[in-house]
């Protein structure tokens, strides 16, 4: 596997149920992010990770859980959630956080429908 | 604020057309600036990008320079094939609470007819 990949690639899931977003990259890259992609809106920085750890989130709801057990890997625990949070989740990393420039690689996404 | 505004799509054109995306920004300071491009069922990929002030971004035929002077970056492409049919997102990398964040305007959706 080269790049970002995320697993699922589509999710459908009740407002009860719980379920996980999982990414990964192959890039030996130091940062991570999660992003929502809605209809008609811009993207949404969710959470950052600079070498497993937190360094920013955006005032996201706490039904939305992230991890970062390593500098490869990036989950997004799921509780609880409502059809507005249907959308396309979208995992990126990068070289580092600071730093003129740094490209984001993007992962496929994962769709996320909630009934 | 910080904030980045493109054209309204979507965008249709025949193959061989030209093609201008514009694309403004509110930023402090001067930041880096960027394009990025969504192909259907794929993630992001950067397109382009510049760092300072007159600096022109080129790839795959598509080129960008930043003018401070207004504020802008619009996307430029002499002749698109149907292959560019995509979504394109222009960006700014901003600095906040000590790291670095990109921030995306709303997408443009580019259909290109054989």
């Known amino acids: 596997e080269t790049g970002v990949t995320q697993t699922p690639r589509h999710l459908v899931m009740g407002m009860t149920n719980k379920k996980s977003l999982k990414c990964e990259q192959h890039?030996?890259?130091?940062?991570m992010y999660w992003y929502k992609q809605s209809a008609k809106k811009p993207l949404e920085l969710m959470f950052v990770?600079?070498?497993?750890?937190?360094?920013e989130n955006n005032s996201v709801p706490s039904r939305f859980s992230p991890e970062c057990p390593n500098s490869s890997h990036l989950f997004l625990h799921l509780h609880t959630l409502q059809p507005e949070d249907s959308a396309l989740y979208l995992c990126?990393?990068?070289?580092?956080?600071?730093?003129?420039?740094?490209?984001?690689?993007f992962g496929p996404g994962t769709r996320l429908t909630v009934t | 604020g910080n904030s980045v505004t493109q054209m309204e799509g979507p965008v249709t054109l025949s193959e061989e057309a030209f093609l201008t995306i514009n694309c403004t920004y509110t930023?402090?300071?001067?930041?880096?600036l960027f394009w990025y491009v969504q192909y259907p069922g794929e993630g992001l990929q950067l397109l382009l990008k510049?760092?300072?002030?007159?600096d022109k971004g080129s790839n795959k035929g598509f080129e960008a320079t930043y003018r401070k002077e207004t504020t802008s970056f619009h996307l430029e492409k002499g002749s698109v094939q149907v292959s560019d049919s995509a979504v394109y997102f222009c960006?700014?990398?901003?600095?906040?609470?000590?790291?670095?964040?990109?921030?995306f305007g709303k997408g443009t959706k580019l259909t290109v007819n054989p």
């Open positions: 990126a990393s990068s070289q580092g956080v600071s730093g003129l420039g740094y490209e984001q690689y």
């Open positions: 890039l030996g890259h130091n940062a």
């Open positions: 990770y600079s070498l497993e750890e937190r360094v």
């Open positions: 930023a402090t300071g001067y930041p880096s």
């Open positions: 510049a760092t300072k002030a007159d």
């Open positions: 960006a700014l990398e901003i600095t906040q609470g000590g790291s670095e964040k990109l921030v």
